[in-house]
């Protein structure tokens, strides 16, 4: 069974510019959840979604933003990059919206320079 | 609000040694928890989790994991540390309510020593 895939792994963007990362859950799960990890705030929680709907958000800007397709794809944005920005985004799915048991990709590692 | 602490952000072992992480939590109502594995590199692979029932949780690789609700606590432990144990530990609280929105402590660096 394949696990969960981000793209890109890697991308490296100026201030100002927008981004678009990836992300496809293993089979059958409908939960998708997004986390960003920094050396100075560790992983925090971004948003998750659930049959399309956004069930959860955390404390982040609205330049932060996903969305979640009816194959249970997701993408997550960020506009207006600022450097504070440049860390691994973790992607995370799971069976249900409330089984906390989550599966991680390995992540996009953003840099903003 | 939610929050967990891990004390220890590094810590270093010999290899055939015992080991202990320790995870507080602060959380109003029944927390679930969580242990969470990160390889240089890799994304965070779940350990263990408790959610009720026996305190004693076991996971993969070996390790176990108690929940103590006296101390708000959730440590780690595994009998004998191999060196591929080497990796970023994280403890996690989540709820029933909170979905799959869950708060992690900043993490433990294990080191292994030969």
């Known amino acids: 069974k394949a696990g969960v895939t981000q793209t890109p792994r890697y991308l490296i963007k100026t201030r100002g510019q927008q981004v678009t990362l990836s992300c496809s859950p293993i089979s059958g799960h409908r939960s998708v959840s997004w986390y960003q990890q920094t050396p100075g705030q560790g992983l925090q929680f971004l948003f998750e979604?659930?049959?399309?709907?956004?069930?959860n958000k955390g404390n982040f800007p609205g330049r932060f933003s996903g969305r979640q397709f009816s194959n249970s794809r997701s993408e997550m944005n960020v506009s207006t990059l600022e450097l504070g920005d440049s860390a691994l985004y973790l992607c995370?799915?799971?069976?249900?919206?409330?089984?906390?048991?989550?599966?991680f990709g390995e992540g996009s590692r953003l840099t903003v320079l | 609000a939610q929050s967990v602490t891990q004390p220890d952000i590094h810590i270093t072992v010999s290899e055939g040694a015992s080991l202990e992480l320790r995870c507080n939590y602060s959380y109003g109502a029944t927390p679930y928890l969580f242990w969470y594995v990160q390889s240089p590199g890799q994304g965070l692979q779940l350990l263990l989790k408790y959610f009720s029932g026996d305190t004693l949780v076991q996971g993969i690789k070996g390790f176990e994991a108690e929940f103590k609700r006296s101390q708000s606590s959730f440590n780690l432990r595994k009998p004998s540390v191999h060196w591929s144990d080497a990796a970023e530990y994280f403890c996690a609280v989540g709820s029933y309510n909170a979905g799959n929105m869950l708060t992690f402590g900043g993490g433990t660096r294990l080191m292994v020593k030969p």
């Open positions: 979604y659930f049959s399309e709907t956004q069930r």
């Open positions: 995370a799915s799971s069976l249900g919206q409330y089984q906390g048991e989550l599966f």
